[in-house]
């Protein structure tokens, strides 16, 4: 709920709780055991962000947010309402649009290879240095020879052709090395087998798209990306991660400290993204959510244990909340210190000891303050969601997506077709012709030299007929006269 500036999160019988507007870019991470509560949890924070007029990036692993778009029933929730004395509490449905790189439940997101840039499609494919500068090569000659790469199928059609005609190449760009050529080829079939070409195409998705408000009562979007498919491919998971977050940065301006985020990212069961991520995609990611608040985007990680999440993120994550840990293991108990020593102490809780005996929707929570600080952890229950809880029929999300001013811009593909057939078919039309031309100067030289010794042959022949004739005609004479 957003109440009197700001967000109304959960609630004990002392006070209220909230995450303050400011505050929020200093980035936050839920946590708990399955089961605890984490997804309704963040259902409220996304509901509460919208209200506050801050659209949201939120990734759906198994579309338990979808429904967010529908009022919710007040039978089902008026317990916690009357428990927490939440005054002026009502059901209403938020406004959504369902993304989906694979298309099947929502609006897809695209972008072209040329708009990665050799850099970032580098860290993508994991390419060691020499192959990275192979790919600038290429990449470089693509521009040059005012070739579009739009998806994959293009990049791997440039790196054949390069290899190809690599000795002309050479000389203007420096040495190319077929090996790394065909190191990078292994790698783009690794990333399309992933379905990587599902996410290379136009129309190319703006990202200021995800920052449109509700025209009736101003709520901020709440963009739910359908990811149960998407989880399973982790390296093209990865490789859109890396470029939403880095397409964030490099586009949007500096603002420093702000009232509140343009825009939120969530990202749902981080622990299966941290889990499958290369390590050096990992970098990239801590590099951006250090840098990324001073863009004035917030970005919250939802998992089971902190300790899914790296050191290096996890010390820029401000406000935490925190449900039920369970104690069955040396590990278990390890996780649960390591909650403990992560907040700011309250002396009236023992943190180690509440965490394991929480009921489903209490939390151990922290929010920054006025001044940054963390506060005092709380013991305190999470408020019921607004919206609709449980699953969305596919027809309505059909409809909703449909009706969104996005499915007319970006829904179906724009097949532009790239020039690499083009200048590859040039190239070998003038080879051909190269080859053509050297065959009948090839021919003219052999006549020429044929036509030269014939001539020099009868010459030759009539010299020797000559001379032969001559001594002939010598003797004849000697014969007469002696």
Same mark, same amino acid.
């Given at each position: 709920?957003?109440?009197?500036?700001?967000?109304?999160?959960?609630?004990?019988?002392?006070?209220?709780?909230?995450?303050?507007?400011?505050?929020?870019?200093?980035?936050?991470?839920?946590?708990?055991?399955?089961?605890?509560?984490?997804?309704?949890?963040?259902?409220?924070?996304?509901?509460?962000?919208?209200?506050?007029?801050?659209?949201?990036?939120?990734?759906?692993?198994?579309?338990?947010?979808?429904?967010?778009?529908?009022?919710?029933?007040?039978?089902?929730?008026?317990?916690?309402?009357?428990?927490?004395?939440?005054?002026?509490?009502?059901?209403?449905?938020?406004?959504?649009?369902?993304?989906?790189?694979?298309?099947?439940?929502?609006?897809?997101?695209?972008?072209?290879?040329?708009?990665?840039?050799?850099?970032?499609?580098?860290?993508?494919?994991?390419?060691?240095?020499?192959?990275?500068?192979?790919?600038?090569?290429?990449?470089?000659?693509?521009?040059?020879?005012?070739?579009?790469?739009?998806?994959?199928?293009?990049?791997?059609?440039?790196?054949?052709?390069?290899?190809?005609?690599?000795?002309?190449?050479?000389?203007?760009?420096?040495?190319?090395?077929?090996?790394?050529?065909?190191?990078?080829?292994?790698?783009?079939?690794?990333?399309?087998?992933?379905?990587?070409?599902?996410?290379?195409?136009?129309?190319?998705?703006?990202?200021?798209?995800?920052?449109?408000?509700?025209?009736?009562?101003?709520?901020?979007?709440?963009?739910?990306?359908?990811?149960?498919?998407?989880?399973?491919?982790?390296?093209?998971?990865?490789?859109?991660?890396?470029?939403?977050?880095?397409?964030?940065?490099?586009?949007?301006?500096?603002?420093?400290?702000?009232?509140?985020?343009?825009?939120?990212?969530?990202?749902?069961?981080?622990?299966?993204?941290?889990?499958?991520?290369?390590?050096?995609?990992?970098?990239? /990611?801590?590099?951006? !959510? @250090?840098?990324?608040?001073?863009?004035? *985007?917030? &970005?919250? =990680?939802?998992?089971? %244990?902190? #300790?899914?999440?790296?050191?290096?993120?996890?010390?820029?994550?401000?406000?935490?909340?925190?449900?039920?840990?369970?104690?069955?293991?040396?590990?278990?108990?390890?996780?649960?210190?390591?909650?403990?020593?992560?907040?700011?102490?309250?002396?009236?809780?023992? /943190?180690?000891?509440? !965490? @394991?005996?929480?009921?489903?929707?209490? *939390?151990? &929570?922290? =929010?920054?303050?006025? %001044?940054? #600080?963390?506060?005092?952890?709380?013991?305190?229950?999470?408020?019921?969601?607004?919206?609709?809880?449980?699953?969305?029929?596919?027809?309505?999300?059909?409809?909703?997506?449909?009706?969104?001013?996005?499915?007319?811009?970006?829904?179906?593909?724009?097949?532009?077709?790239?020039?690499?057939? @083009?200048?590859?078919?040039?190239?070998?039309?003038?080879?051909?012709?190269?080859?053509?031309?050297?065959?009948?100067?090839?021919?003219?030289?052999?006549?020429?030299?044929?036509?030269?010794?014939?001539?020099?042959?009868?010459?030759?022949?009539?010299?020797?007929?000559?001379?032969?004739?001559?001594?002939?005609?010598?003797?004849?004479?000697?014969?007469?006269?002696?």
């Amino acid at each position: 709920m957003y109440i009197n500036n700001k967000l109304l999160i959960a609630k004990n019988k002392e006070k209220s709780i909230y995450l303050l507007p400011n505050m929020i870019c200093r980035h936050g991470l839920i946590t708990g055991a399955t089961g605890s509560g984490k997804t309704t949890t963040l259902k409220v924070l996304i509901e509460s962000l919208s209200a506050a007029s801050i659209p949201v990036f939120v990734v759906d692993v198994k579309s338990d947010l979808a429904a967010t778009c529908l009022k919710g029933d007040i039978s089902q929730v008026e317990k916690r309402v009357k428990d927490l004395e939440l005054d002026g509490f009502k059901n209403e449905s938020f406004p959504v649009n369902f993304l989906d790189l694979y298309k099947e439940k929502g609006i897809p997101i695209r972008t072209t290879v040329d708009n990665i840039g050799y850099r970032l499609l580098s860290k993508m494919l994991d390419l060691n240095t020499s192959q990275e500068g192979i790919l600038a090569i290429c990449m470089q000659i693509a521009k040059d020879e005012n070739i579009k790469l739009i998806n994959l199928e293009d990049l791997r059609k440039l790196l054949s052709f390069v290899s190809d005609n690599k000795k002309e190449y050479t000389v203007k760009y420096g040495n190319i090395n077929s090996q790394s050529i065909g190191a990078i080829e292994r790698s783009l079939l690794v990333l399309q087998q992933d379905g990587g070409d599902y996410f290379f195409g136009n129309p190319t998705f703006d990202l200021k798209d995800l920052m449109h408000y509700d025209t009736n009562n101003g709520y901020g979007f709440i963009n739910i990306l359908d990811a149960v498919s998407l989880f399973r491919k982790p390296t093209l998971y990865a490789i859109f991660l890396i470029w939403l977050l880095n397409e964030l940065y490099n586009t949007l301006p500096e603002v420093g400290e702000v009232s509140k985020p343009k825009l939120v990212l969530c990202f749902d069961e981080a622990h299966l993204l941290f889990d499958d991520m290369p390590s050096y995609l990992i970098k990239q /990611i801590i590099q951006i !959510v @250090k840098l990324i608040r001073s863009k004035g *985007v917030g &970005i919250y =990680f939802i998992s089971q %244990l902190p #300790n899914d999440i790296p050191d290096e993120v996890l010390s820029q994550l401000g406000n935490k909340i925190q449900h039920v840990l369970r104690s069955y293991t040396p590990n278990d108990e390890k996780a649960i210190k390591a909650v403990s020593n992560s907040f700011r102490t309250n002396p009236n809780l023992k /943190i180690d000891e509440e !965490v @394991k005996n929480l009921a489903t929707g209490e *939390v151990l &929570i922290s =929010f920054l303050d006025e %001044l940054g #600080n963390p506060s005092m952890v709380e013991k305190a229950k999470v408020l019921p969601p607004q919206s609709k809880m449980g699953t969305l029929s596919d027809d309505i999300r059909d409809s909703i997506v449909k009706s969104s001013n996005l499915y007319s811009k970006y829904y179906n593909e724009v097949k532009e077709e790239s020039n690499i057939d @083009k200048l590859v078919s040039e190239k070998e039309k003038q080879k051909n012709t190269e080859s053509k031309n050297k065959e009948e100067k090839s021919k003219t030289t052999s006549k020429t030299k044929k036509t030269a010794v014939d001539k020099y042959t009868t010459k030759l022949t009539n010299k020797v007929i000559n001379t032969v004739g001559r001594q002939i005609g010598n003797k004849i004479v000697k014969g007469i006269f002696k």
